[in-house]
């Protein structure tokens, strides 16, 4: 993993977006894989002011979205397709029908999933997938206990999930969908590249096992320390659990130097 640990969300964004502009500068018909929540919003934000500067088109791009809630209708403001359509893809020129997301309302929903894992295999695999973590470890909706070779699948959401995202539902836990479709972890690890964003001391302990822990099930982000080009972008608060955080510093700093 390549650790930078900055100041500002804006600094994570620009960052975020350098390595996605270098992907887009190498195959400017490259797959994208999108995450949701908070998280990536001031990436999304950079990538748009980048396209109206004329500095990238997703003109070429296709894009995978990691996850969706099983249970909303589907033009809820809420569904993970709405949100990537108004935070990205709606806001630059990625033709119709370029932007995907695992289907949660077809009538059978492992098959639906399993389609959506050939379709990214079809693509030829995401060239970078962008990840935010849940603050018990999760990436896309990978909870603790899965495998960590799975495929794109149904999953159940943890109490702590639907906790965290009742933010998103007025504060109604009750209105957070206990479902969801989700790239796997085997899914995930099979993309080309990363770019993980998180911030915030509510990410920090989750952080500290994503680095610094074994790998394991009960910290499914683990499984990243085994992909060999992962960014991972954090803030002080995100990264103030971690025991290596000032050699991480000085590693970042000489390695741009
Ligand atoms: C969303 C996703 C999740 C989020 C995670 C963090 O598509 O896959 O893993 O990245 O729940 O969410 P935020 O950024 O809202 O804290």
Known sequence: MRIAIVSTPEEIARLAADRIEEVYRSKPDFV???????????????LVRRYEAGEISFAKVRSY????????????FEGYMNFIRRHLVGRVD?????????????????????LYDEAIKAEGGI??????????????FNE??????????????????????????????DAVPTHCVTQGIGTI????????MATGKGKARAVKEMIEGGVSQ??????????????????????????????YKEVWEKERA
């Open 65 to 76: 979205n990691l996850d969706e809630y099983v249970g909303l209708p589907k033009d809820h």
């Open 218 to 247: 009960r910290w499914p982000a683990t499984a990243l320390q085994y992909h060999d080009d992962v960014l991972v972008l954090l803030d002080e608060d995100a990264a103030s659990e971690l025991e290596l955080k000032d050699f």
């Open 94 to 114: 990625m033709p119709e029908g370029a932007a995907h997301g695992p289907d949660g309302w077809c009538e059978d929903l492992d098959e639906g999933a399993r």
């Open 32 to 46: 994208l894989g999108l995450a949701t929540g908070s998280s990536p919003i001031c990436l999304y934000d950079e």
């Open 189 to 196: 690890m099979d993309s080309k590249a990363h770019v993980f």
């Open 127 to 140: 060239d970078i997938q962008v990840l935010g973590i849940g603050s018990d470890g999760h990436i896309g």
């Open 144 to 173: 603790p206990g899965g495998s960590l070779t799975s495929r794109t699948h149904v999953g159940v959401l943890t109490e702590q999930t639907r906790r965290d995202n009742a933010r998103f539902f007025d504060g109604d836990i």
